[in-house]
């Protein structure tokens, strides 16, 4: 009997190893900075802090923005967001998260908003899954926090009391995050929320790394899609 125990607990064992290795192998296949944000964006010019990459503004304005990058996705592929939004007078931290899974790393906002003391007010979000891990963070959040967004994502938990203005950006073509989904999600947010969607735009689109399986094919260009986003969030933070 004890060596059917043992066999099983070995089984077991040996079955936990084989996930975990194989979730770390599949999660080191990431998507990269495409062509397109390497033409935009000087990477061996981007300041990095303890979590990760940081926009220091030059006029800035007191207020600061978390983005935290979809799965399996490089924080780098987003780089043009951080130094667009920063040109606006936000400091801006783009996160290394565990794996790049933004739920593995949810509290990281925690770091950058104590790292950062000198900024007042703070708006949390995130590309995809990792909207979902800003929206796991807001539950708990920092005193500083003023709003969360969302980039083709939702949140999984109910927000309609909250105080957090909210905003949702999402692609008219998401292959991944559908229209439909963002309307059954609305119910979700708080009321004091905005909703502004992209005509033309897609899923990967929200970073600059290519295309992106299961998505649908944009109709207007990469940096069309990120020009709107940094407009939307501009326009979204300075009203709250």
Known sequence: MKKWLLRIVVSVLALLVIVVVGFIIYAQFDYGPSAVLTKNVDLTAIEKDEEGLFFQPGSPNGKG????????????????????????????????????????????????????AEVEEWFVGGHSLGGVAASFYAEDPSRK???????????????????????????????????????????????????????????AQFGLYGEQKGDNSAEITPIEQQDQVVEAITTWINKN
């Open 145 to 203: 926090l003023k709003g969360l967004y969302f980039l083709g994502s939702y949140p999984t938990s109910d927000f309609s009391k909250s105080d957090l203005a909210m905003l949702s950006i999402y692609g008219e073509l998401d292959g991944l995050s559908k229209v439909q989904d963002i309307e059954d999600s609305k119910q979700l947010f708080a009321k004091d929320r905005s909703f502004v969607e992209i005509e033309g735009g897609n899923h």
């Open 65 to 116: 923005i978390i983005l935290y990058q979809g799965a399996k996705v490089e924080k780098e592929a987003y780089a043009y967001l951080g130094q667009s939004l920063s040109e606006q007078g936000f400091a801006v931290s783009i996160p290394q998260l565990p794996l790049n899974f933004g739920i593995l790393g949810a509290g990281t906002a925690d770091d950058v908003i104590d790292e950062h």
